[in-house]
T-cell receptor, first 112, second 110 residues
């Protein structure tokens, strides 16, 4: 069973559209994250939720809105997509006092 | 200045070689340190933690120098399967936030 899963794996869309990416973890972890990895492979945290509560919100345009319906799910909705949003978006989770984060397989978003 | 800096490489080495990667971090309040590995078009995975006393896991040895804010990873007897990007990672705010370096790419050739 996949520990951290994301859908879709690939997403190609046009500028101005609105899209969502979903993430689910079956590890029983309390904390989930969204990261963005750009074309230069730089991986940067965007958001973090702990038990459905937002705890980290980096400097991200407000077109990006995370939602955590329960602690096993963290979705990312993006409004008015721009060319610069093209990247790989990774979801991750972490449990309790452990430092290790488990990453999902990534969603490759291409905005044309 | 980036919070975590690494030489992007690539490091091209033959099988069996020893290779070392370095990393510096700017936030003296960083608390924990790690090396993650990322294969091409895959997600990052934890390789090992880094402790002040130095630690070893098979062919991999990690070192931390808090005074110099410097982290290293040594790979001995390189295998073809070691080809990947190695990401230096530090934490701030406890374990909540990981800050990644840009990664060092390693290519091991036969």
């Amino acid at each position: 069973d996949t520990a951290v899963s994301q859908t879709p794996k690939y997403l190609v869309t046009q500028m101005g559209n609105d899209k969502s990416i979903k993430c689910e973890q079956n590890l029983g972890h309390d904390t989930m994250y969204w990261y963005k990895q750009d074309s230069k492979k730089f991986l940067k945290i965007m958001f973090s939720y702990n038990n459905k509560e937002l705890i980290i919100n980096e400097t991200v345009p407000n077109r990006f809105s995370p939602k955590s319906p329960d602690k096993a799910h963290l979705n990312l909705h993006i409004n008015s997509l721009e060319l610069g949003d093209s990247a790989v978006y990774f979801c991750a989770s972490r449990g309790g006092s452990s430092y290790e984060q488990y990453f999902g397989p990534g969603t490759r978003l291409t905005v044309t | 200045r980036k919070e975590v800096e690494q030489d992007p490489g690539p490091f091209n080495v033959p099988e069996g070689a020893t290779v070392a990667f370095n990393c510096t971090y700017s936030n003296s309040a960083s608390q924990s340190f790690f090396w993650y590995r990322q294969d091409c078009r895959k997600e990052p995975k934890l390789l090992m933690s880094v402790y002040s006393s130095g630690n070893e896991d098979g062919r991999f040895t990690a070192q931390l120098n808090r005074a110099s804010q410097y982290i290293s990873l040594l790979i001995r007897d390189s295998k073809l399967s070691d080809s990947a990007t190695y990401l230096c990672v530090v934490t701030v705010s406890g374990f909540q936030k990981l800050v990644f370096g840009t990664g060092t790419r390693l290519l091991v050739s036969p």
